[in-house]
């Protein structure tokens, strides 16, 4: 079974510059979730889906972050602009409603640097 | 508000040094302990879930024990290939995953 996808896998960009990442999760997993990494920190969500509905942004930045999901398959979360503090690894992961703990599995992420 | 604190910080070991990674916790609504391995320039690696109090889950030499408040992770005669950052998580009702920051353990040969 194939895990969770993305690219690109790095990203060098100039401030107020835009980017975009990509995710393409588990083949079955209806939720899908972004995270961003900072270095020597765990995860923290930024928004998560059931399907095509973002069921939780409360922590995605709205003046500069944006993400969709059409179709309820794969996702594309964007920054735009991108300032020097977003530099981070941003970390796609995907999940399926069946079973009790809700498992979630992670993508290799896309480290961000920002100039 | 969920929390989640992992300690230590760093773990050096050697080779068959056994020890142990604490993950303590408060969280409203607890669905469940979760550990991952991450490795540089990757993604979390799912380890296990523990449910309840008392439970515990076994994968090759790592052992991971729950009790209300904490969680422990055992590393029971390490190799250099078991040296990465171990991260705890809790989920909640609502879905979410409150990480730590982390262990990173260092296995010496």
């Given at each position: 079974e194939a895990?969770?996808?993305?690219?690109?896998?790095?990203?060098?960009i100039?401030?107020?510059?835009?980017?975009?990442?990509?995710?393409?999760?588990?083949?079955?997993?209806?939720t899908l979730?972004w995270?961003?990494?900072?270095?020597?920190?765990?995860?923290?969500?930024?928004?998560?889906?059931?399907?095509e509905?973002?069921?939780?942004?409360s922590?995605?930045?709205?003046?500069?972050?944006?993400a969709?999901r059409?179709?309820?398959?794969?996702?594309?979360?964007?920054?735009?602009?991108?300032?020097?503090?977003?530099s981070?690894?941003?970390?796609?992961a995907s999940?399926?409603?069946?079973?009790?703990?809700?498992?979630?599995?992670?993508?290799?992420?896309?480290r961000?640097t920002?100039? | 508000e969920?929390?989640?604190?992992?300690?230590?910080?760093?773990?050096?070991?050697?080779?068959?040094?056994?020890?142990?990674?604490?993950c303590?916790?408060?969280?409203s609504?607890?669905?469940g302990?979760?550990?991952?391995?991450?490795?540089p320039?990757?993604?979390?690696e799912?380890?296990?879930?523990?449910y309840?109090?008392?439970?515990e889950?076994?994968?090759e030499?790592?052992?991971a024990?729950?009790?209300?408040?904490?969680?422990?992770?055992?590393?029971?005669?390490?190799?250099?290939?078991?040296s990465?950052?171990?991260?705890?998580?809790?989920?909640?009702?609502?879905?979410?995953?409150?990480?730590?920051a982390?262990?990173t353990v260092?296995?010496?040969?």
């Open positions: 895990g969770v996808v993305q690219s690109p896998r790095y990203k060098i100039e401030k107020k510059q835009p980017v975009a990442f990509w995710c393409n999760p588990i083949s079955g997993h209806n979730y995270y961003l990494q900072n270095l020597g920190q765990g995860p923290e969500l930024l928004i998560r889906y059931e399907n509905e973002a069921v939780d942004d922590q995605l930045p709205k003046d500069r972050f944006s969709e059409l179709k309820g398959v794969d996702s594309t979360l964007k920054i735009q602009p991108a300032e020097l503090g977003d981070a690894v941003y970390l796609c999940s399926s409603r069946q079973g009790q703990g809700n498992e979630q599995f992670f993508g290799p992420g896309t961000l920002v100039l | 969920d929390q989640v604190t992992q300690s230590p910080e760093a773990l050096r070991l050697q080779e068959g040094e056994s020890s142990s990674l604490n303590s916790y408060t969280v609504g607890l669905r302990l979760f550990w991952y391995r991450q490795d320039g990757k993604g979390p799912f380890l296990f879930t523990l309840s109090a008392g439970e889950k076994e994968k030499r790592l052992k024990t729950l009790t209300k408040k904490e969680s422990f992770l055992h590393i029971t005669a390490p190799k250099p290939e078991d990465a950052t171990y991260l705890c998580a809790v989920g909640t009702n609502d879905y979410k995953l409150s990480f730590g982390g262990t260092t296995v010496r040969a």
